[in-house]
């Protein structure tokens, strides 16, 4: 079925690293996402992979994806306060010609 | 920089009263999504457009809900009557490509909608 799965919460000091998890359904899947919803706002793609690759950095941002495990993982170095918010995960492509998006994870940023 | 706009950001209504939200995407963006999000979920398609036919509105239930996109620019959702379980953030998305494209949409604010 579609079910895109997130830990719900990861609290992390400012300026260390953020690990973000996500495991997906379809291994058919073209492209996976990760998405960044702040309070009140709508959501705003922050990266994505393609299946082919295993690796994307794009500044402070790294994704990894094991398509083997089906796994997908967002790291965000020297973290800030403002990368508070809810991070999603999301899968497109193979099975479902749509976007299916995971419940999302909290990351809270404390000094 | 361009954005999806959303009217109205916030709605309260009672239930058994009916609703309507808006949209309107990117100027050249022909594709077109309503989605859903309950608080502590992500959120789920309700409906796709491409221009102004309709792609996937398998998740939208029919019996309430409708959405259009006569000119194939802006959008209107429409539920009528509203319950309880309605209540939600109803987010409008577009896109630049057709269906099958790389999935960067972009998102209005959405409008929350409170059922009473």
């Known amino acids: 079925g579609e079910d895109v799965e997130q830990s719900l919460f990861l609290s992390v000091r400012e300026g260390d690293s953020s690990v973000i998890n996500c495991t997906y359904t379809d291994s058919s899947s073209t492209y996976l996402y990760w998405y960044k919803q702040e309070p009140g706002a709508g959501l705003q793609l922050l990266t994505y992979i393609f299946s082919n690759m295993d690796m994307k950095q794009d500044q402070r941002l790294t994704v990894l994806l094991n398509k083997k495990d089906k796994h997908l993982s967002l790291r965000i170095a020297d973290t800030q306060t403002g990368d508070s918010a809810i991070y999603f995960c999301?899968?497109?492509?193979?099975?479902?010609?749509?976007?299916?998006f995971g419940a999302g994870t909290r990351l809270a940023v404390h000094p | 920089e361009a954005e999806v706009a959303q009217s109205p950001r916030y709605k309260i209504t009672e239930k058994s009263q009916a609703v309507a939200f808006w949209c309107d995407p990117i100027?050249?963006?022909?594709?077109l999504y309503w989605y859903r999000q309950i608080l502590g979920q992500g959120p789920e398609l309700l409906v796709q457009f491409q221009d102004e036919s309709v792609v996937d509105d398998s998740q939208l239930p029919k019996d309430r809900f409708s959405a259009e996109r006569l000119k194939g620019v802006d959008s209107t959702l429409k539920i009528q009557p509203a319950e309880l379980g309605d209540s939600a953030m109803y987010l409008c998305?577009?896109?630049?490509?057709?269906?099958?494209?790389?999935?960067?949409?972009?998102f209005g604010e959405g409008s929350r909608l409170t059922v009473l």
């Open positions: 998305a577009s896109s630049l490509l057709a269906t099958g494209n790389t999935g960067e949409l972009f």
């Open positions: 100027s050249g963006h022909a594709t």
């Open positions: 999301a899968e497109f492509g193979g099975g479902y010609n749509k976007l299916i």
